[in-house]
Every structure is written in C-alpha cells, then in structure tokens.
C-alpha cells in the first residue's frame, strides 16, 4: 500500500479536485485504489449516521466499496467540539487509524487533508502526525497566489523531508500561466521541488449553481424553480443604460445578472442574451411582462433583501469556494488531469 496524502497551506486549494482525479486516473490505470478523510469538516447525515459531504462524494463517484465508516472516520460537528474543549473525547485517532489499516490491501490510498498544515492540532491528526503514522507521502497543492505558492510549496519540502514527494500549483489565472510555467516551475524544480502539474484557473470548476447563489443569498424564487441547477460563470450589474447593457450582456455568456426591481428595461435586455438568473436587489419584485418573459426563456428570477453593493459583496466572498461534488465537474476535473498532471512522473517519484 502506497499512502498519499493531499495537503495544502490554505483553505479551497483544490484538494478535492487533485484527490478525484488522481484515484480517478490510478483506478483507470487498474490499481486498487482506497480513499480516506481522517478529518471531516463538512457534516452531512446518511441514515442514522453523520459523514463528510466529500467522503461521502469520492465514494459514490470513485465506486469505493469501503463502508462510509471508512472512508469518513470522523466528523467534525459542534458536539463533538464541545466534547473535546471538554476534555471528554477520546480515542478519536485510534478510530481513524483503526478505519485506515482496513484499506492495507489497496496499492494506493489517497488521504484528504484539510485547510491548512495544522488543522486537526488539538487531536493529533495535523498533517505531520498523519504523515508519519500513517508512513504516507505527501503531495502539496497550492493555489496561485503569487510567489507566496513557491513559498509554500518549497517550505513544504524543507519541512517534511522524505515524506514530500512535489505538488502542483492549481486556479493560476490566464495571464500568468506563462511565467507559471516557464519561470516559477522550472525555478522550484532546480530547487528539488517536483511539480507534476500546473492547472489554470477554470471557469467550469469555478461556477456556482443558480440553487446555491439563491441559498447563499437567502432569495425568493419568483419563477423557474426546475432550473435552479443551471451553472453561472460570470455576473453582470445591470446599472447603465440598456443599449449599453445590452452590449456588455451579449459579450458575457451564462451570468447572472444583478440589478434592481424597478430597473425592467435591464431585466428584459439580459434575458435576450445568455443568462442563467437574475438577481433583483431591495426586497422587491419585477413586473409580469418580465416573469412571462423569463418563464418563456426558463430563466429564473431571484429576490433578495440587500442592496445590491451588499448582493455583490456576498458573491464575491462565495466565489473560488464552490465545490466540486456536480457531476459536470466531474468530467471537468478528469479532462484537465488528463492534459496537465504528469502521471508518469508521478508514479515513478511514489514508487
């Protein structure tokens, strides 16, 4: 058995993204692949039970036969918080290491580490200790921030020794991929830092559901609820005058556009273009020549309380924090592995 372990310094890195397709590309390549998440934080209840969202994901989406006792050893919940700054947890690494020999006959098990090097701290399980107990090798995957990802990919390597195997450096917007690639990967590669893959930053991966912009809104549907699952790329503020909104919304494809109420002329230009919603700020509804319109192009409405600087301000934190548990993206994430993950390579370093 072969134990990876996917880390990284920061929240919304990609992990998902690299553990999935990389037991995706292993499983294609017939190895027997297991998957585990030591340390969930994202709680959701299967029948009487309560396991990680992206366990929970891997194993309907891989086919893993392990029960979800397995691959989603520990939850993190408000109880089970309370009990540990209690001091009434225990054998809670005893429990996850028990679930992590069960998978000992697979030739390769992916470990989903959390949002930093430290999460998992108070219990033993922060990535170091992970590492090391479960004797497994580490792949770092760090988002673009600027020279502060080759910071962290080559301190990772300094930090973890022989258990660091290299990284990949993920979301690296358009303009930079070149000096991505052709001067900070070659540069960490002198410095011994392997890097197997560079992945630009993607507009489908990206993309947020009609559904979760309403729920991250706290909205009101005023019409189209069977198309909620739609995927927006882009937004639009509906605030100049049409003939200019009409030529911004025509460049922009599969948006959301955001504007008020009483701005029907807007409404009506945007749902002539490629729009998957609109968002109507101030708590207000829009007229029935614009509902009738848009349940004729199957174009939701959505109403919500704040204001639109508040609206906005509310998508922008949202944004590079969706997840990847859509099936869309699934086939999204095996494509760009695919191209820009050098398996090769990889297997040969791991081996």
């Known amino acids: 058995m072969i134990p990876i372990l996917i880390a990284s310094t920061t929240g919304y890195a990609g992990r998902t993204f690299v553990s999935l397709g990389l037991a995706a590309k292993l499983i294609e390549q017939g ?3 297991g998957y585990i998440k030591p340390l969930g934080k994202t709680p959701v209840k299967k029948g009487k039970n309560v396991y990680d969202a992206d366990a929970l994901f891997m194993k309907e989406t891989l086919g893993l036969g392990e029960p979800l006792d397995v691959v989603s050893p520990f939850v993190e919940t408000y109880e089970s918080q309370t009990l540990l700054l209690a ?5 809670i690494k005893k429990r996850v290491l028990s679930a992590f020999k069960l998978l000992k006959k697979k030739d390769f098990v992916i470990i989903s580490g959390t949002g930093n090097l430290f999460d998992g701290s108070l219990v033993n399980m922060d990535t170091l200790s992970l590492l090391h107990d479960m004797k497994a090798r580490l792949l770092m995957v760090e ?3 600027g020279e502060a990802a080759a910071d962290s990919l080559f301190g990772a390597s300094k930090l973890f020794g022989e258990r660091f195997c290299g990284g990949v450096i993920n979301k690296v917007p358009a ?10 990967r070659p540069f960490l590669e002198k410095k011994g830092v392997k890097i197997y893959g560079v992945f630009p930053k993607d507009r489908a991966l990206e993309a947020i559901s009609v559904r979760q912009l ?3 809104l706290n909205g009101k549907v005023l019409c189209c609820e069977d198309k909620l699952d739609k995927a927006v790329e882009n937004f639009s503020v509906g605030a100049m005058d049409v003939d200019s909104a009409l030529n911004y ?3 922009t494809p599969n948006k959301a556009v955001i504007t008020g109420a009483h701005r029907s002329d807007i409404q009506l230009a945007a749902l002539e273009t490629s729009t998957r919603c609109i968002i109507l ?3 207000l509804t829009t007229n029935s020549v ?10 939701p409405i959505i109403s919500v309380r704040d204001d639109t600087f508040t609206t906005i301000e509310k998508i922008e934190v949202s944004m590079g924090k969706t997840h990847i548990r859509e099936k869309r993206k699934v086939e999204r994430v095996k494509e760009l592995m695919d191209a820009m993950f050098d398996m090769k390579r990889f297997l040969k370093t791991v081996k």
Request: cysteine-free; proline content about 5%.
């Open 87 to 91: 001091g009434r947890s225990k054998n």
């Open 214 to 216: 309403n729920t991250i």
């Open 290 to 299: 614009v509902i009738g319109r848009a349940q004729a192009k199957g174009v």
């Open 249 to 251: 919304f025509r460049r």
């Open 281 to 283: 700020t101030g708590g």
């Open 175 to 184: 303009p930079a991929m070149s000096h991505v690639n052709d001067t900070v």
């Open 143 to 145: 988002p673009w921030q």
């Open 31 to 33: 190895y027997r692949v």
